[in-house]
């Protein structure tokens, strides 16, 4: 069963954290749209999806710090 969690744990971090990193670059990249003086739906539309993909970051990262406290009770 442990080498279930580990197996979880690590691939919930990994897509956590990338997503994570990938939520925030798009979420920046919507504010120097901003601050550029794009459109507010360019700039709103970017930003909007930027921090969804950064929420699932949280998730995925979320469930790995679980399935870490799982591995450590069992081991």
Known sequence: MEKKY???WFRNGAIGCTLIGAGLSVTLDALALRMDGAAWWAWGAEGTAG???FMAGLAFFGDAVRYR???DREG
Do not use: K, P, S, T
């Open 6 to 8: 580990r197996r979880l």
């Open 51 to 53: 921090l969804i993909v």
């Open 69 to 71: 406290v799982h591995m």
